[in-house]
C-alpha cells in the first residue's frame, strides 16, 4: 500500500542528531511513502524519511519536505552506511549552514547527504529540489561518499545547487 503523510514538523535544536520520520532506522525496508509539507530543522544528521541509516532500503518515495541543518543532510537520507535507495524523487528544499564546528563542511546532497559504506546504491532516482548550502562537499545526488565507492544508476538530478564554497562542489 501507499502511506501518505502530510504537515509533520521537528525542530529540536542545535545539540540534536538524526532526524526525519525515522530517525535511525537498522536494517529496516521503507517503501511506498509520500511525505508531504514536512519540516526537519536539527544540528546534523538530518533527511525527510531518515537522519542516518543502517543497512536500510528506501523505495518508492516522494517528498518535498524542507530540510534545514548544519551537515550531514540529504532529502530521502541524511547518511547511509550500507543500503539502497530506489525510486525516490526528493522536490523540497535544503538550507545547510556548515560553519567552524563543522570545519566547513556540510555533506549535503539532493538525495543523500554522505554515504559511508561501499555497500550502498542509488538507483532511478531524481532529485528536482533547491540546495543551499554555505559549507563543502554538496551535490546533486550525494554529498559526500567517504572516499568509498558506491552505485549509482539511472538517475537525474535537475535541481539547483547554490553553493557559497568554491571547493568540493
Not at 539502497?84 to 538550507?95: A, P
Not at 563542511?105 to 554555505?134: D, P, Q, R
Request: proline residues 1%; charged residues 15%; glycine residues 16%.
Amino acid at each position: 500500500g501507499l502511506y501518505m503523510y502530510t504537515g509533520s514538523q521537528s525542530e529540536q535544536g542545535e545539540g540534536y542528531y538524526h532526524s526525519g520520520l525515522f530517525g535511525e532506522p537498522v536494517g529496516a525496508t521503507i517503501k511506498n511513502v509520500r511525505l508531504l509539507y514536512s519540516y526537519v530543522n536539527n544540528r546534523a544528521y538530518i533527511g525527510a524519511i531518515a537522519g542516518r541509516a543502517y543497512n536500510v532500503t528506501f523505495e518508492n518515495i516522494y517528498t518535498n519536505a524542507r530540510l534545514g541543518g548544519r551537515q550531514d543532510i540529504g532529502g530521502i537520507v541524511g547518511t547511509l552506511a550500507g543500503g539502497k535507495v530506489i525510486n525516490c524523487w526528493f522536490d523540497g528544499s535544503i538550507e545547510a549552514t556548515a560553519d567552524l564546528d563543522t570545519s566547513g563542511f556540510a555533506h549535503c546532497g539532493g538525495i543523500v547527504g554522505s554515504i559511508n559504506t561501499s555497500e550502498s546504491t542509488i538507483a532511478s532516482c531524481l532529485n528536482t529540489g533547491t540546495i543551499n548550502s554555505k559549507g563543502k562537499r554538496t551535490g546533486g545526488f550525494v554529498g559526500v561518499n567517504q572516499d568509498i565507492r558506491f552505485n549509482l544508476y539511472d538517475s537525474i538530478s535537475l535541481g539547483e545547487i547554490i553553493c557559497t564554497q568554491t571547493t568540493n562542489v
